[in-house]
């Protein structure tokens, strides 16, 4: 496998980092995630978007324009033959002494990565995910795609322990979002209630597209909090993200969530939006 390593391309084991890079040191950095499909990535614009707005929040200069981004990651997907899967893109501050404080003018240390997955078929997709809720114990800055995953990696390995696919975390008795993904549940009166975009939580990609397909059918989005006793009571629940794109939710804490199989409208957003993807 070919890395991009600060604008090289190399193979996977000759690419090396400093001790002192500040991501490192500080997790002081940002990351992005774009799914590929068929060797094209899906809603690239928006990650690309995000990516710099991530970095305009922490003061690294983004190093690159989005056609220079573009090029960079087609040409790894190229090169590395990837027909479905995500690149991923962090960018750090850069090499210093370790010192809270930067110095301006650090260059940035750049990494992209490309991994093989599948992604159109998951067995998630067909059976429902098993979620846990469990206290949201990030920074107030959620909006900000840090490196700083120690809450989320955390969360994800309760999970995992618990036999779960996904932690959804929970915040004065409201869900904020999945340790990885964007939460949304379906009333039984039908509407589709998904958290506003706020510091509280990461714009998710995926979210914003979905609820963008939603406002084109008649179904009724409603962009608030709610609580785990409404997902509990929903009709329907699923998750968002680039890489599992829409996802059923079974289970919450145990307790089946509607029918306690995936359900129609999850199942038509993920098709729909798979589709839209591959047509794009
Ligand atoms: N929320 C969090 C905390 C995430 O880490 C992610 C993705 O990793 C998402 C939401 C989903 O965002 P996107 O749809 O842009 O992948």
């Known amino acids: 496998r070919i890395v991009l390593l600060n604008g090289d391309f190399l193979d ?3 690419a090396k980092l400093p001790i002192m890079d500040r991501g490192f040191l500080f997790a002081d950095g940002i990351y ?8 094209r990535t899906i809603d690239n614009e928006a990650h690309l978007a995000r990516l710099d707005r991530s970095l305009r929040a922490i003061d690294i200069p983004n190093p690159y324009s989005t056609a220079e981004w573009v090029g960079f990651q087609n040409d790894l997907i190229t090169r590395n033959g990837l027909r479905e899967g995500t690149v991923y893109i962090q960018v750090t501050r850069g090499v210093a002494e370790r010192e809270f404080t930067y110095a301006e003018g650090l260059t940035p240390t750049v990494l992209m990565v490309t991994q093989a997955k599948n992604l159109l078929t998951s067995k998630l997709a067909v059976d ?17 795609k840090s490196v700083g995953l120690l809450a989320q990696v955390l969360a994800k390995q309760a999970a995992k322990r618990a036999g779960a696919d996904e932690a959804w975390m929970v915040e004065d ?8 993904s964007s939460a949304f549940i379906v009333t039984r009166d039908g509407a589709l209630v998904t958290r506003p975009f706020t510091q509280a939580v990461l714009p998710g990609v995926t979210r914003r597209a979905i609820t963008a397909l939603i406002r084109e059918t008649d179904l009724r989005l409603d962009e608030r909090a709610f609580s785990v006793a409404e997902a509990l009571a929903a009709q329907e629940a699923f998750y968002t993200s680039a890489s599992s794109f829409v996802t059923p939710v079974a ?23 798979i589709r839209t993807a591959l047509a794009g």
Do not use: H, M
């Open 32 to 39: 992005e995630v774009s799914a590929v499909l068929n060797g």
């Open 12 to 14: 996977f084991a000759d």
């Open 128 to 144: 429902g995910a098993t979620v846990i809720t469990l206290p949201d114990l990030r920074w107030a800055r959620r909006d900000i």
């Open 173 to 180: 008795g409201l869900v904020t979002e999945g340790a990885s």
């Open 251 to 273: 289970s919450l804490d145990g307790d089946p969530i509607g029918t306690g199989k995936p359900g129609p409208i999850a199942i038509k957003l993920r098709e729909f939006y």
